[in-house]
């Protein structure tokens, strides 16, 4: 499996390293197969500006690599936005969220001008909905928001002893009907209390590469 990550962060890199500039910025998504794309990417820090990072520990990693993070309200534009997924369908919409950063990550990526999604091919499906769907909600909501999931046939678990980079909680949602994934993902954001949920089908990648 390693390798798999391995060898689609160096295609993203093949892709990628022709294209920076001594002025772009890179959006940095989070997980393993990104941190083997860090690992790539740092050969070629002196070519490209800095990063904006959505995760704590996606942060931490690039400046081991001596790569510049900057605060994404300090930044005009970033040029490109890699990150991995949980499942990729055929129409390129995705799951995102399994270590529990897709709000941010969804931040930086509609930020970007062009979202790439590196993945191995474990991770295609033809439709969304077998990974288990991770809803950021308020604390306080957390109750408010599951019975309402559960109206809507999902079985929400709490992520118990997990808090997100902004302090707040995960529900995992098995069940739901994603047959429509983009309807889907503004329903669940209309809940109140729910901060965003790990559907990317409003901002799909434009770019997926596959080991």
Same mark, same amino acid.
């Given at each position: 499996?390693?390798?798999?990550?391995?060898?689609?962060?160096?295609?993203?890199? @093949?892709?990628?390293?022709?294209?920076?500039?001594?002025?772009?910025?890179?959006?940095?998504?989070?997980?393993?197969?990104?941190?083997?794309?860090?690992?790539?990417?740092?050969?070629?820090?002196?070519?490209? =500006?800095?990063?904006?990072?959505?995760? @704590?520990?996606?942060?931490?990693?690039?400046?081991?690599?001596?790569?510049?993070v %900057?605060?994404?309200?300090?930044?005009?534009?970033?040029?490109? %936005?890699?990150?991995?997924?949980?499942?990729?369908?055929?129409?390129?919409?995705?799951?995102?969220?399994?270590?529990?950063?897709?709000?941010?990550?969804?931040?930086?990526?509609?930020? !970007?001008?062009?979202?790439?999604?590196? *993945?191995?091919? !474990?991770?295609?499906?033809?439709?969304l909905?077998?990974?288990?769907?991770?809803?950021?909600?308020?604390?306080? !909501?957390?109750?408010?928001?599951?019975?309402?999931?559960?109206?809507?046939?999902?079985?929400?678990? %709490?992520?118990? !002893?997990?808090?997100?980079?902004?302090?707040?909680?995960?529900?995992?949602?098995?069940?739901?009907?994603?047959?429509?994934?983009?309807?889907?993902?503004?329903?669940?954001?209309?809940?109140?209390?729910?901060?965003?949920?790990?559907?990317?089908?409003?901002n799909?990648? =434009?770019?997926?590469? *596959?080991?």
């Open positions: 499996m390693s390798g798999s990550k391995i060898n689609v962060a160096k295609q993203a890199i @093949e892709f990628l390293h022709r294209k920076l500039s001594s002025e772009m910025i890179l959006g940095i998504g989070t997980g393993t197969t990104v941190n083997f794309f860090i690992e790539e990417l740092k050969a070629f820090k002196h070519l490209f =500006k800095g990063a904006v990072s959505s995760s @704590e520990r996606s942060t931490a990693l690039l400046k081991e690599a001596g790569i510049i %900057y605060d994404l309200n300090n930044i005009r534009e970033i040029a490109f %936005y890699i990150d991995g997924a949980d499942e990729v369908a055929d129409d390129k919409s995705l799951i995102k969220g399994g270590g529990g950063a897709h709000t941010r990550e969804k931040i930086v990526a509609s930020a !970007s001008d062009h979202f790439i999604c590196i *993945v191995d091919e !474990s991770k295609l499906v033809k439709q909905g077998e990974f288990p769907l991770p809803i950021e909600v308020i604390p306080e !909501s957390r109750s408010l928001v599951s019975r309402k999931i559960v109206s809507m046939g999902g079985t929400p678990i %709490y992520r118990q !002893s997990f808090i997100t980079d902004q302090g707040n909680q995960i529900i995992d949602v098995k069940g739901l009907d994603l047959s429509d994934s983009l309807k889907m993902e503004k329903s669940l954001n209309s809940i109140a209390g729910v901060v965003d949920n790990g559907i990317f089908a409003i799909k990648p =434009k770019t997926v590469f *596959v080991a």
